[in-house]
């Protein structure tokens, strides 16, 4: 079984801020990594995936991700946030072995500063 | 494509009421899955289907709860008799591929309050 820790619950980020959203996982096998995000009263949607090759992975509005095995972490970051980031972020993890089932994280709600 | 339609997005009821949640999946997805997000526990998996047949229902909390998917393009979550604790929000998603590599798409969800 997988797991996923989020450990920062809330981010204050001041607008055009660099910002790190942290993501450590636990799998005794090969995992596939997300990150989704969720707007205010919306569901949530895919912002970047890591399923093999290259360790750095770009999402969609400026986000990256970096996958490290030795650190089992998968932290997000993005140069300059912008109050359109203001959202709640979830990592997610699944093996690659045909399981169909993804386990969450517990959320960083980034809260942008003007 | 009109994304994953859940309805209603909003439900209060009082305790021991039945409810009953709605889903839509996007057309021609395969898989449904259905989540509860609460503060204290995250985003948990109740159940998936795939091909309108239930795979895995180990996240169904308790026998209160109930999932079918008569077709490709319905799926209900009931809960008989409803609890306060059972307040949360639903969230049903589909996806078009075998795999978790393959990105789950999202409904925006219905919120239960039981009073």
């Known amino acids: 079984a997988q797991s996923v820790t989020q450990l920062d619950s809330q981010v204050p980020v001041f607008e055009e801020a660099p910002v790190e959203l942290r993501c450590n996982y636990s799998?005794?096998?090969?995992?596939?990594l997300f990150w989704y995000v969720q707007y205010p009263n919306q569901g949530l949607q895919l912002l970047l995936k890591y399923l093999s090759g290259s360790t750095l992975v770009k999402g969609i509005n400026g986000f990256e991700a970096e996958f490290n095995k030795s650190q089992t972490s998968f932290h997000l970051r993005k140069p300059s946030v912008h109050i359109s980031d203001t959202a709640e972020y979830f990592c997610a993890v699944s093996d690659n072995f045909g399981n169909e089932k993804l386990t969450f994280g517990t959320g960083t709600r980034l809260t942008i500063i003007p | 494509d009109a994304g994953v339609i859940q309805s209603p997005r909003h439900e209060v009821t009082e305790m021991g009421q039945e409810v009953t949640l709605r889903c839509k999946p996007i057309s021609g997805h395969d898989y449904l899955f259905w989540y509860r997000q609460t503060m204290m526990r995250g985003l948990e998996l109740l159940i998936y289907?795939?091909?309108?047949?239930?795979?895995?229902d180990s996240g169904m909390p308790e026998d209160r709860f109930s999932a079918k998917m008569p077709n490709a393009s319905f799926s209900t979550l009931k809960i008989q008799p409803s609890e306060p604790r059972d307040s949360a929000v639903y969230f049903c998603a589909s996806r078009g591929q075998a795999g978790s590599n393959s990105p789950l798409h999202f409904g925006n969800g219905t919120r239960l309050t039981v009073t």
């Open positions: 289907f795939n091909n309108n047949v239930p795979i895995d």
């Open positions: 799998s005794s096998v090969s995992v596939y």
